[in-house]
Each structure stands twice: as structure tokens, then as C-alpha cells.
């Protein structure tokens, strides 16, 4: 028998006792996979279809190699092999270092070129001393169109450091007010933004910090209506978005009009970068033919993020970004770059193009935009959607003072439970909910609660598939008992 090292991402960490790598024997990536899943059920169910096919959402790679490309599951393994699990989170080998389409064709030698302003030339001058970016350079960057999908923990840096680069035309398409928990990331907004609409504060601080830069404002939902008018005129497009739908369909939005599409994602201490795109590499698609379920992984809202990643990763982007711009360096086509903040470790997969991506490969079916939020199984937010009875907090407080309480079941975190909770509560983290699924008892009617009611209405949906009668998710979660019930309850 032969031991392998089996890395497993934080998000599928929780399912396998909170480690981040374990070791396990096999001869091949089949039988270690298989393996794994049987010594944890849960992650059994993240892993393999009810088919007992590997689930698609989920790659493998031995070594830094997708198996897809090698034997797949029966591919074998040697003492002292790496097999990593990548599976998406809400997110070719390149050729030669001089990439021949940018956005702006080259200038004819002598062409007439606008000059710059003397204060352009001292603004921009450390960029003008690298022989990468010249004047030359800096015109291609003043010409540039980028699209920045999402003005949040991502899009916020990546548009301070591309509007201080020089980069002509920045859209932000985006439709969300300031919060004051946007804060501990989005850098582009201040406290005095909070409750104004992100493009309207996102302008003002992109423009003050260079009046050059001409700021786009998109102040609505991209969808597969509007998506080819709004990407259309733009270079670059930078995939800063916290949802599967809207992220397939930047991605197949970006390869039908044959845009280079700049990919980022994070997950807690975790981030992903790449750059996607199909006329010289691989797509979103190649990577992950199809999204998770809606209910396997967490967003942000809910699991959380350190402030800096998304800088981070977001600047990564804005890195690519300008290399593509410029036509300079070597892009991350090919190559998707993992990050792990706690660890300080960068690591690089590699990334080939799927021969059957439905979208980018020679055996392409899809030759237009689709139903995204079908697509990804969100048809809407909220317990209603999945068929879970919900109670208002106004009613849940009148049961709670009635003789005959409900049981109140809280499926946040700890940490979560740590800054609030309702008096009376059973904290039963999410996760936990299959192993303690005993302690809720089938004698009274239950009310499950999180922060908004997400988590919760999940949860309700679990228990009730599970026979479960008399189960009540609370509409709209401790959010709704603050503002409805009790103004001094602390919420987050
Ligand atoms: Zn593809």
C-alpha cells in the first residue's frame, strides 16, 4: 500500500474533522478518493453524485496535474504523491511570453499620438521609467476599457490600483448600497459612504484619486439580458463577483464575445486567481462544467473572509489586468493560483482546456447566454423557494412567551452564537446537524434561526426530507428579530 497526502480545502475542512491535509493509503487517485469518503460520510456526499460518479464541480490533481488529463480515477499513485481537492468556490498552457493580441493594435512607427500632460508625465512616471511600460505602454493603458463585475472585497481594490495605473475607462457594474460590514475589506469606501450606493461613492473616490480615469457606472444587475451591451465595449473583463450564476455568466458571456475574463475568488483564508481565456486556454468551464449545488458552499456572508484576502487576490487581478493591457509578461492563462493566507503558501495548478467544454472546445453546443440561477439551482433566496414553512418574528416571539414554546434551534457558528443568540436556543452549527440530528426532538414544534434565514431555511429543508413534521424556519433570521422584535438585539 502506498500513502499519499490528500490536501483538502478549507471549505470541505469542516467535513473531515478540521484538517487540512490527512494521509491515505491506495494504489490509485480512485481508491484514495473512494477512500476518504467512506472514512467521511458527509464529504461523501460533497464528492460523489448518488451515481457514485465524481461530482464535476470538484477537480482533482495529482501532483499539481488534473487527473482528468491523466488515467482519472485510475490513475496511479506513488509513495509521497500530493492529490488536492479543488472544488469551486463562491469560483492551455500559455503560449509564449509575448502575448500577440492586446487590446490596442500597435502604432504604425511616426503614428500622430496625443502626448501626455506634464503633470500626466509626472503622475504616471515610475511606470514611465520600466522599459515594459514606456510611454507606449502608458497610452495602451490611457485607451483601455476594464470591466470591473462587482465594485466589492474583490472589484474595490483591483479599481483603486487600475484607476491610479492609468487605466483609462473603469466600469463597475454593481447595485449595492455601502454597509457598514462592507468596510473591513471594500477599501474604496468610508465610513461617511455608509447607505449610499457603492457606484455613486466608488466614482467620487476613483475620480479624486485620478481625475484622468472616466468611471462607468452599471447600476444593475448583470443578466443574460443585458450582459453582451454591457461587456461588449470593454478590453478586460474582471470577475469579482460572490455568486455561481453571475460568475458562469461573466464566463460565457466573455468567451462568445471573446473577451479575456480575470478570475478571483475567496473563501475565508483562501483565494483563487486565473486568467480565462478561450483564444488561448481554457474557460471557467474547462475547470468546473457545472456549479455546485446551491446549499454546499458558503458565500462570504456566511463563512466569512479576512478583510486583507480579497485585497490581495483583487490585486492579483488588477496585476493581470494591466499585463494583458500592456501585452507584457506571461498572463495566468492556463494556470490557476491558489493562495492559502494562513499558511502563506502560493500554489499553482495547472489548467488545460476541457475537450468537450460545452462552450469554449470544438464540440461546443452552447452558442448563447442561458437561464444562470437555473442553472446553479438558485431560482430565488429564501425559504419559500424550497418549500420550507417560515414563522415572522413578530409570531415567534408570541409563541416563545405562549406555555408552549417551540424549540429554538440556532445553526450559525460558534463565534456567531458567541456575539448573540436567542435565550432558550440549542446552537446546533450547520454542520454538525447530521451527527446531533437526536437532539432535536420530534415532540415539539421547532423554529430553526441564523443570521438572515438562509442557513436556517436550508437546514429546515434537511430536517423536513428527513421526516421532521412540525419544523418553522424564522423569516428573515436575527436580522428581522432586531429590526421587528427586539431594536437593543445585537446583530452583525
Ligand atoms: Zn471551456
Not at 453524485?49 to 491523466?70: A, M
Not at 473603469?170 to 474604496?188: E, K, P, T, Y
Not at 461588449?232 to 455561481?244: L, Q, S
Not at 479575456?260 to 468546473?288: K, M, W
Amino acid at each position: 500500500m502506498t500513502a499519499v497526502t490528500v490536501k483538502v480545502p478549507m471549505a470541505l475542512r469542516p467535513l473531515v474533522g478540521g484538517r487540512a491535509e490527512t494521509a491515505v493509503d491506495g494504489a490509485t487517485v480512485g481508491e484514495l478518493v473512494r477512500r476518504l469518503a467512506e472514512d467521511h460520510p458527509e464529504l461523501k456526499r460533497h464528492l460523489f453524485s448518488p451515481e457514485g460518479k465524481l461530482r464535476s464541480f470538484v477537480t482533482v490533481y495529482l501532483n499539481d496535474q488534473d487527473i482528468r488529463y491523466l488515467a482519472k480515477e485510475a490513475t496511479p499513485v506513488a509513495d509521497g504523491d500530493v492529490l488536492s481537492i479543488v472544488p469551486a468556490i463562491a469560483g492551455g498552457s500559455p503560449e509564449g511570453s509575448t502575448p500577440s493580441t492586446g487590446p490596442t493594435p500597435p502604432r504604425a512607427p511616426g503614428a500622430m499620438i496625443p502626448s501626455f500632460s506634464p503633470s500626466d508625465l509626472r503622475r504616471y512616471s515610475r511606470h514611465l521609467l520600466l522599459p515594459e511600460v514606456g510611454v507606449a505602454g502608458q497610452r495602451k493603458l490611457r485607451d483601455a476599457k476594464v470591466l470591473l463585475v462587482g465594485a466589492g472585497g474583490l472589484g474595490a481594490p483591483a479599481a483603486l490600483y487600475l484607476a491610479a495605473a492609468g487605466v483609462g475607462e473603469i466600469g463597475l457594474v454593481d447595485f449595492d448600497a455601502v454597509d457598514l460590514s462592507n468596510l473591513q475589506r471594500q477599501v474604496l469606501y468610508t465610513t461617511a459612504d455608509v447607505g449610499r450606493p457603492k457606484l455613486e461613492a466608488a466614482r467620487q473616490r476613483l475620480e479624486a484619486l485620478n481625475p484622468g480615469v472616466r468611471v462607468v457606472a452599471h447600476g444593475e444587475r448583470l443578466t443574460s439580458e443585458n450582459a453582451f451591451d454591457v461587456l461588449r465595449p470593454y478590453d478586460v473583463v474582471v470577475d469579482g463577483t460572490d455568486n455561481f450564476p453571475t460568475r458562469y455568466l461573466v464566463n460565457d458571456a466573455c468567451v462568445l464575445l471573446g473577451k479575456p475574463n480575470v478570475y478571483g475568488s475567496v473563501y475565508r483564508f483562501e483565494g483563487q486567481v486565473s486568467v480565462f481565456d478561450a483564444s488561448r486556454g481554457p474557460c471557467y468551464r474547462c475547470l468546473y462544467p457545472e456549479p455546485p449545488p446551491p446549499d454546499l458552499v458558503p458565500s462570504c456572508a456566511e463563512a466569512g473572509v479576512l478583510g486583507v484576502l480579497p485585497g490581495l487576490v483583487g490585486l492579483l487581478q488588477a496585476t493581470e489586468t494591466l499585463k494583458i493591457l500592456l501585452g507584457t509578461g506571461t498572463p495566468l492563462v492556463g494556470r490557476l493560483l491558489l493562495y492559502d493566507a494562513l499558511e502563506l503558501k502560493f500554489r499553482e495548478l495547472a489548467l488545460r482546456r476541457n475537450p468537450h467544454c460545452v462552450l469554449c472546445s470544438s464540440e461546443a453546443t452552447q452558442t448563447g447566454l442561458i437561464d444562470y440561477p437555473a442553472f446553479c439551482g438558485v431560482a430565488a433566496t429564501g425559504g419559500e423557494s424550497i418549500g420550507v414553512p417560515s414563522i415572522e418574528a413578530e409570531e415567534l416571539a408570541r409563541a416563545l412567551a405562549s406555555p408552549d414554546p417551540p424549540l429554538l434551534v440556532d445553526v450559525r457558528e460558534r463565534g456567531e452564537w458567541d456575539i448573540s443568540h436567542l435565550p432558550g436556543a440549542l446552537l446546533i452549527p450547520r454542520a454538525e446537524l447530521p451527527e446531533r440530528v437526536d437532539e432535536i426532538t420530534r415532540a415539539r414544534e421547532v423554529v430553526l434561526y441564523c443570521r438572515v434565514g438562509d442557513r436556517s431555511a436550508r437546514s429546515a429543508r434537511w430536517l423536513l426530507d428527513l421526516g421532521f413534521t412540525h419544523v418553522r424556519n424564522l423569516a428573515g433570521g436575527l436580522h428581522a428579530w432586531a429590526s421587528r422584535v427586539d431594536p437593543n438585539f445585537p446583530v452583525y
